[in-house]
């Protein structure tokens, strides 16, 4: 695979390894698609993990649109949260916060009518400007306050009123957050008002959080549940199984790696028990030789080495009182041997 390119001709491996290698473990990042046959690509993150004791490198990966598609319904979740605070929150007795992102798409406002329109070429009345540049300017600026001239409700038209804007951005969303209140309703409301900004901004960084939390816990975790069942079973313990049933390269490798300790386990079982039948054929070869060398093969008695060895015995505990007795039956061996041999019988007094 060391060669092996993604069809934009970026090395899928080699960069893997060298990052797993060097840091332990880490990400990198190509183009696959998804479907055999089909030429539409996506983007795929993967994550690998070093085992030096095996002198592995484990990976897996995961489709960055499969990503973005849950990040979305998340969004979606968290807009729908914001939409219901926002529309019970008020700055003094009419203002308001509103949500645009960085392109001049109105995300939340508590007038229906103008979430969701893009406000980028709305002009700042009395200013020969647009009211979007002049909200990221000012936060850009550091000051992060707006001042400008509006209209109200019941005198609509009329660009007289002064409102003042707080802005406060949120990088991981690209989101800014604005407040939109008249100075003259504003000055018993400055708490509350950052009191609000706090909480929002908070929730978008918690979500954010807790989304990448999620993320890379689903990449990760099964390498450490795999690295773990893999020192098991480098100590000794051939019975753990990772049961992973994924459609991923993880779970490939994990079906694998169980059925390798199949197969290992196996083999095992096959050994003990060649083992154990070649035992028992070596002990009854033994039974075996040992009668060829204590018994006569035509008579069945015991031979000279076995006289020996019984006389010896009975020596040994009766050495004043033996006796031997010699029987000769003539021509007994006659076709075997041409001289007889008188067998002897030995006997105790006791």
Partial sequence: MSDVRDPEGTLIIPPLVKIARERGEGFHSYSWSKLEGDGTLFKKLTFARHIPNWKWIIGTGMYLDSIERQVKIKKQELTKNLRKLLAN??????????????????ILHPNSNIEGKNFLKL??????????????????????????????????????????????????FGWYICSSAYLAEFNSTANKLRK???????????FSLLISIYFITRLVRPIETLSHKALQV????????????????????????DAMLDTIEENINTLDRKVSERTEDL??????LDFLASHDPMTGIYNRRKFFEL??????????????????IDNFKKSMTPTATPPVILSSRQ
Wanted: a negative charge.
């Fill in 89 to 106: 929150t008020r700055i003094a007795a009419t203002g308001y916060i509103y949500i645009f992102d960085s392109s001049g798409n109105m």
């Fill in 234 to 257: 480098k100590n000794g313990n051939l019975k753990v199984r990772s049961h992973f049933k994924t459609d991923d390269e993880i779970g490939t490798l994990a079906q694998t790696f």
């Fill in 283 to 288: 002990e009854t070869m033994v039974k075996k």
């Fill in 123 to 172: 002009l700042n009345p009395g200013k020969d400007s647009f009211v979007f540049d002049d909200l990221v300017t000012a936060y850009k600026s550091g000051d992060k306050t707006l001042y400008y001239s509006w209209d109200k409700p019941s005198d609509k038209g009329n660009y007289i009123y002064d409102k003042v804007s707080w802005i406060t951005y949120n990088d991981d």
């Fill in 196 to 206: 609000y900004f706090w909480i929002i901004s908070s929730t978008l960084f918690a």
């Fill in 311 to 328: 006389a010896e015995q009975q020596f040994n505990k009766s050495p004043t009182n033996l006796y031997a007795a010699m029987i000769d």
